[in-house]
């Protein structure tokens, strides 16, 4: 078997070779003496990074395990915060810094108050049970965003197998209202989904038994039209996105070796860089002081990388 740089414990050689310039949009925000680092690992199947800059923590998800779990900036320390809970999917932050969570086992849409109490906020649509809320981003307006895929359903390791009694869809949840709207239902299976700088456009993956695309839709009247192919990273696929504030999308991305890691595409869809991990990535988001710190949710560990880029709030 050959080494990898994760069988050892040898530092990089910086600049970090597994950070790749595919266009020179990217030269500017790789950091030649910045390296990928694996910050927490012995997991299941990781997911919903948040960060969670008054604490500097990171929450993030081990769906198989019914965890979530919290990852100390300053100490390392790794603590689970809840188990069980609900299977959790994705997470944000809502602009008032309570934590979002969608949950595949309990097929719910939950908040967390500043006192720990669980609020659900979604857990059925004209009177019918959601099939498995699984990414969800929060708008400028207090909006909350969400993907209801099945996940949890199709099986008995993320969640508890059952018959799906609606469409796959995104809703858009008013939070003053509890009004849940159907915003994205041309898609077979929506996931990951993030606003543009100036929620302009509102890009969704698409992840069907197919193939799998990145959509992007302009946002008229508040609500997306005219959804196109915004990238096709065959035979990669993403997951989980996040856009900076520059307009470039990072996706989380699953394809095999030369392909697992972060895709970066700039706002016309062209590809701009990789970040390649030893793990299929699942999902991503910006963190730390400046939100400039990319967190990786990769199979059974977590990855940190310094860019000179940063992410957008509320996702």
Not at 274 to 294: D, Q, Y
Request: net charge negative.
């Amino acid at each position: 078997m050959t080494m990898t740089r994760w069988d050892t414990n040898s530092p990089i050689r910086y600049p970090d070779p597994d950070v790749l310039v595919l266009d020179k949009r990217f030269e500017h925000i790789k950091l030649g003496h910045a390296g990928i680092e694996r910050i927490a690992t012995g997991f299941r199947f990781t997911e919903g990074p948040a960060y969670f800059g008054g604490g500097r923590y990171l929450v993030f998800t081990d769906i198989p395990n019914d965890a979530l779990i919290r990852w100390d900036e300053v100490s390392g320390a790794v603590v689970t915060l809840r188990n069980p809970a609900g299977y959790p999917d994705g997470n944000t932050r809502d602009r008032q810094g309570r934590l979002i969570t969608c949950e595949l086992g309990s097929r719910t849409l939950t908040r967390t108050e500043h006192d720990g109490t669980i609020t659900v906020l979604a857990s059925h649509f004209e009177g019918v049970q959601l099939t498995g809320p699984n990414d969800v981003v929060v708008k400028s307006d207090d909006s909350i965003w969400f993907s209801d895929n099945g996940a949890g359903i199709r099986g008995n390791y993320l969640g508890d197998k059952a018959r799906a009694e609606l469409p796959f869809r995104v809703y858009r949840l008013d939070p003053a209202t509890a009004a849940l709207t159907i915003a994205v239902g041309d898609m077979e299976r929506p996931n990951g989904l993030c606003f543009s700088p100036d929620k302009s456009r509102l890009y969704v993956v698409d992840t069907p038994g197919g193939r799998r695309t990145t959509r992007v839709y302009d946002m008229v009247d508040g609500m997306p039209s005219n959804g196109r192919l915004f990238f096709d990273d065959t035979p990669g696929w993403a997951d989980g996105i996040r856009c900076d504030t520059e307009g470039n999308v990072w996706a989380a991305i699953t394809g095999g070796p030369g392909y697992d890691g972060v895709a970066i595409f700039a706002p016309d869809g062209t590809l701009i860089g990789r970040i390649l991990l030893p793990e299929r990535c699942a999902n991503l988001a910006f963190g730390g002081r400046k939100r400039n710190r990319l967190f990786m949710t990769a199979s059974q560990s977590v990855y940190a990388l310094y860019v000179e880029a940063q992410g957008c709030p509320g996702g």
